[in-house]
């Protein structure tokens, strides 16, 4: 791939994804101060909770990639739809909306990017919200955005991210994962790095909050980079503070750390603990919410990532898409947990995947968890 290709796609997706971080580190401020009132989480169909964060930080990556690229050249494929917000009964919660998409939007030249002349209206913020409603598929060019990934994180003051891909002809050829709650690897400190992450469920002090960072990759360059995400009022420079990135060189099991979702509901906790019993794996389980777990294989904080959905889960490309990209250009191999590529080719979700996601920082261990996967599939209840 030539050299410049993509550079452009991915400096837009990293100083939108930087915004956007901004955003919810605000609106999370906001719903830790405050009890959580009905107006700002709604229960949708899935039983899973949206935010103004979500429908926010979708609005605003969706008007600035359409005004950057022109909302013609623009496909996105992202989690969340405007019919609840669209009900008169949610007229507070999409005044809501309409108040924290102007805010952030007002802000677009701190981070470099142009923003609107005026203040966007509510026809026009859920305008922006449903053009995001690409399928996708195997042909052209498709952003593909999970606004707020790990809402339940979110809610909680755990660990969530911000995740933007742009997909070409099914190829992840850019992937931006913001996590603001989630620091960059500090030299020294990687023992305090991981006690960060393990101590999942417990509320950050409010100082912590602002200690995240946003990890990119292109395809082909063979590198990730994180930067750590802007403080208050500062002005954004590229490449700010940009650090490479690179996966753990431990590929001795019992050194070794996996990472799981924290809901059982999302992932098989004892086959998983089955997998790595049998591998030797012998450090506990790190649970953490999100796309979070795909950044800590990249940076080198955990070695391995395992998710085992339910039977008929269908995996949706928006979960992973930035997330593989950026490990595997850190180095390290992401399959299903039959061995094989991820297919970004199927429109929303990953039709094809076969059981699982299994992400290592190198082939040797990843050889051995596919290995046993393959021995302890049929005894186990999946
Ligand atoms: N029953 C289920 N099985 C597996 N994954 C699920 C699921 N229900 C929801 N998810 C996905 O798991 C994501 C959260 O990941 P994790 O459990 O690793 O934190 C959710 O993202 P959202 O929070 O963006 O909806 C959602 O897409
Ligand atoms: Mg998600």
């Known amino acids: ?47 899973s ?23 013609e050249n623009v496909s996105i494929v992202a989690e969340e739809d405007v019919q609840t917000l669209s009900k008169p009964e949610s007229a507070g919660l999409l005044g809501k909306v309409v108040s924290t998409v102007n805010e952030c939007l007002a802000q677009a030249s701190r981070y470099g990017l142009e923003g609107p ?29 999970d606004p707020v ?52 469920v417990s509320v950050p002090s409010p100082d912590m909050l602002e200690e995240g960072c946003v990890m990119y990759s292109k395809k082909g360059t063979g590198e990730a980079w994180v930067q750590p995400t802007v403080y208050g009022d500062s002005k954004y420079e590229w490449p700010n503070f940009a650090k ?62 395992m998710k085992f959905a339910r039977a008929g889960y269908k995996e949706k490309i928006w979960d992973h898409a930035a997330g593989v990209l950026i490990v595997q250009e850190a180095g390290g191999v992401v399959t299903d947990a039959g061995g094989r590529s991820l297919d970004f080719s199927k429109g929303m979700y990953l039709e094809s995947l076969d059981r699982g996601i299994v992400a290592c920082s190198g082939t040797k261990l990843h050889e051995k968890l596919i290995g046993a996967v393959y021995a302890s599939w049929e005894s186990s209840s999946l």
């Open 244 to 305: 490479q990135v690179r996966v753990s060189p431990i590929d001795d099991p019992a050194l070794a750390t996996f990472c799981e979702p924290v809901e059982r509901a999302n992932s098989n906790h004892s086959f998983a603990a089955g997998l790595a019993s049998s591998v030797g794996l012998r450090n506990k389980p790190l649970r953490v919410y999100s796309m979070v777990k795909y950044a800590a294989i990249a940076q080198g904080d955990a070695e391995i990532f």
């Open 117 to 145: 002349d005026k203040t966007l209206g509510p026809s026009e913020i859920l305008e922006a919200i449903s053009r995001c409603n690409s399928n996708g598929g195997p042909l052209g060019r498709h952003w593909v955005l």
């Open 1 to 47: 791939m030539e050299k410049e290709k993509y550079s452009e796609e991915l400096n837009v997706a990293v100083r939108v994804v930087h915004m956007a971080c901004g955003l919810c580190q605000k609106v999370q401020k906001g719903l830790l101060g405050n009890a959580l009132d009905d107006d700002e989480v709604k229960s949708k169909d899935d039983d």
């Open 149 to 200: 990934d790990g809402t339940l994180g979110f809610v909680r003051g755990g660990q969530y991210a911000v995740a933007l891909a742009l997909i070409d002809n099914a190829e992840v050829v850019v992937g931006v994962l913001g996590c603001p709650n989630y620091h960059m690897k500090r030299d020294r400190h990687n023992k305090q790095q991981q006690n960060h992450i393990s101590s999942e």
């Open 49 to 71: 909770l949206v935010t103004i964060a979500d429908w926010s930080v979708q609005a605003t990556v969706s008007w600035i990639l359409s005004n950057t690229f022109g909302s």
